[in-house]
């Protein structure tokens, strides 16, 4: 039995298209409705067959939608519910996948009438590619997806988004949005950002040229690549919305690379031994955990 | 036909176990002989039938072999080649794998008798697993080998040692030893410093707790943790081995790292959209050069 009649996906990325193909494949809700703000893309949805209903206004989506799921950048959410808030019908759900989560209740709440319940949502999963081409239906598979409902939210909704997530293939954790934050700025965002950093470090060599990065990468620069790739529009939205833990992880990261660096300078071979022995268990736990591939190289090279 | 007639392996951890499965498979050479400074991994080495003959004592390994390839970490590689010195044959070949190559070729220099070629090489493969049962026979394949003669090196020796590789899959490259030491302190050794660091960053925190860092790992955190779990004898003698450039590498990270910090301690959007976009066609720059694969997640999530 489906767990609702409609669902409105606005927004037709990665994400949003990744919804659309497990929600269809799974039987999780009968009528997909899609929205998106441009016109290629929405086509590009279409010729993918990816839902039911297709309209570049999301308001003439969400008036029979029992589920409304905003798949856009952060920086825009607050905007696009503003745009729907009038037509949205009498007990909707309002949820969102934003990788921030403070900010966004904070964009989402003016909006929401009354009688229309916000939960808003993390599915803790993706690639490094965008687009709705690159969805698919196995993304949420044994990925965690954080639910930060306000205080005040309805518990039959809570309860419904978590059956959707499920289904989706998701384990729930439900937490407060500040502390979804911190926890997503050390596994998510700081990574992305050293990404970002360890790619631009190498363009900017006066001495080593591009084409010899690229032919040793193997060494290990190449695994930085993949999420520095990543779509920077969200990368950038999340910066601007998750700014305080950012920094503060930011800060962290450097004070912990100075301490290395002081090491590397005095050639201190213990104080090294040790900083490299004490991250060496965290991946064994991460693969016990069903989070990682349990083969070297994420498996990519073995034959 | 077999390029040599016996190589020696000392050392018989990822690499050197690799060579030998390699050197077998494909029948490279006729004759492998194995020694290592333990006999618990020397023992493990037999089981796995790595080689024709074993001794714990390197020199009496080598009198015979064409090619001798030190395996050990960086730290040991003259001790290893004095120690066997006296034992080498006239015309023998004495090669390594070491990833630093200025320091080894000052280590082995003096220890290179009248009549033996020194043709140090380093093939830029790997993965984060170490010991010999973690070897496998394709690791050098499509991956590059870089040769650091001694502008002195005999050009033969040069010659069939660069065969030997490319017999193991490998594309050549040969360079001064210095420009190695800084290609590969920004291809290898800064990605694994900075992977060291982040999963440091992680274990530090106190308002996060490392059970969470797990379960929502997939967010980004898990990718640094691959090159975190590796060897941590080999990484602390590469810092210590290449200082210079690995000080220069980690110093133009942290300036970079500071900008960006800049940029979102004050918002400035421009600034993070631009970051993030110079960094994203490197990527398929890397897979086109056959160095990475073509599937999103390292093709370790796509079903």
């Known amino acids: 039995m489906a767990i609702f009649e409609k669902v409105a996906l606005i927004g037709i990325g990665l994400i949003g298209s990744s919804i659309a193909r497990v929600v269809r494949e799974r039987e999780i809700i009968n009528n997909i409705a899609i929205s ?7 086509d590009a949805a279409r010729d993918l067959g990816l839902g039911d209903e297709y309209n570049i206004d999301a308001s003439a989506i969400v008036h029979d939608a029992d589920l409304v799921i905003i798949c856009t950048p952060i920086g825009v959410v607050g905007k696009v519910l ?11 759900i309002v949820s969102d996948v934003s990788s921030v989560k403070a900010s966004v209740l904070e964009q989402m709440q003016p909006f929401i009438p009354d009688g229309v319940h916000l939960v808003p949502a993390h599915p803790v999963a993706g690639t490094e590619k965008s687009g709705p081409q690159h969805g698919f239906s196995t993304l949420f598979d044994n990925r965690w997806c954080i ?3 306000p205080s005040s939210a309805d518990k039959a909704a809570v309860k419904l ?7 989706c293939g998701s384990n729930i954790e439900i937490m407060d949005a500040d502390h979804h934050d911190r926890v997503l700025a050390i596994t998510s965002h700081l990574p992305q950002l050293v990404a970002y950093n360890m790619v631009g470090t190498a363009d900017d060599l006066e001495t080593v040229t591009s084409s010899e990065v690229i032919k040793y990468s193997a060494g290990g620069f190449r695994d930085s690549t993949r999420l520095a ?13 998750n700014k305080d833990s950012i920094l503060e ?13 002081k090491a590397v300078r005095w050639g201190d ?8 022995t004490r991250t060496r268990n965290i991946r064994r736990d991460i693969i016990d955990a069903g989070q990682e591939v349990d083969t070297p190289n994420f498996g990519r090279d073995q034959k």
């Open 269 to 276: 071979g213990e104080a090294l031994f040790e900083m490299f």
């Open 36 to 42: 998106t703000r441009s016109q290629e893309t929405l």
């Open 161 to 167: 988004v978590s059956e959707f997530w499920q289904a």
């Open 82 to 92: 503003q745009s729907i808030a009038g037509n949205l019908k009498p007990g909707a």
């Open 249 to 261: 992880m930011l800060t962290r990261f450097s004070e912990e690379l100075s301490a290395m660096q």
């Open 229 to 241: 790739a990543s779509d920077p529009t969200m990368w950038r939205d999340v910066c601007l919305h």
């Open 147 to 149: 639910l930060t409902p």
